[in-house]
């Protein structure tokens, strides 16, 4: 597996990914919007890809610094790479091509209660990487609980 900058031609796989979650995270994949957030996010080199050995996407990740703060805007990681390091390897790459402390790293995810939370570990690969649960946020577009989790960098 290779994490790299995404490019142009990396936008196919980022709805590939979007399709195998529309059922935690809402529609993505016919949404304009986030067809133009991952344009975005590649045309300011704050999108990485894991690529697997055979070419496709293992995961998708989407960034963006306001330092001091940074925000993980969405981290995605194909349903048979799970568990398998990806999640860490993009987060990793994210932390030493972005972040520059002191500062704080957000990422918003399930809340408690939301079925993603448990099915996809995300509460859990976040605590894993020392985040910490923070207050509430806005429910996400398919009606369920979102929390933030803030991860304090020296």
């Given at each position: 597996?290779?994490?790299?900058?995404?490019?142009?031609?990396?936008?196919?796989?980022?709805?590939?990914?979007?399709?195998?979650?529309?059922?935690?995270?809402?529609?993505?994949?016919?949404?304009?919007?986030?067809?133009?957030?991952?344009?975005?996010?590649?045309?300011?080199?704050?999108?990485?890809?894991?690529?697997?050995?055979?070419?496709?996407?293992?995961?998708?990740?989407?960034?963006?610094a306001e330092p001091p703060t940074?925000?993980?805007?969405?981290?995605?990681?194909?349903?048979?790479?799970?568990?398998?390091?990806?999640?860490?390897?993009?987060?990793?790459?994210?932390?030493?091509?972005?972040?520059?402390?002191?500062?704080?790293?957000?990422?918003?995810t399930f809340g408690a209660d939301?079925?993603?939370?448990?099915?996809?570990?995300?509460?859990?690969?976040?605590?894993?990487?020392?985040?910490?649960?923070?207050?509430?946020?806005?429910?996400?577009?398919?009606?369920?609980?979102?929390?933030?989790?803030?991860?304090?960098?020296?």
């Amino acid at each position: 597996m290779i994490v790299r900058l995404a490019g142009e031609h990396d936008l196919a796989g980022f709805i590939a990914l979007a399709a195998q979650v529309e059922d935690w995270f809402g529609r993505m994949v016919e949404e304009p919007g986030f067809h133009r957030a991952v344009e975005e996010h590649i045309g300011r080199s704050q999108a990485l890809v894991a690529e697997a050995p055979d070419g496709h996407l293992a995961g998708g990740l989407l960034f963006g610094a306001e330092p001091p703060t940074y925000h993980v805007h969405w981290l995605v990681v194909s349903e048979n790479a799970r568990g398998t390091g990806v999640g860490r390897s993009l987060m990793a790459d994210a932390f030493r091509r972005y972040v520059r402390g002191p500062g704080t790293v957000e990422v918003i995810t399930f809340g408690a209660d939301h079925l993603g939370a448990v099915d996809s570990g995300a509460r859990v690969f976040y605590e894993r990487l020392g985040f910490t649960p923070a207050e509430a946020a806005e429910h996400g577009p398919e009606g369920g609980s979102r929390q933030v989790y803030r991860r304090t960098v020296a």
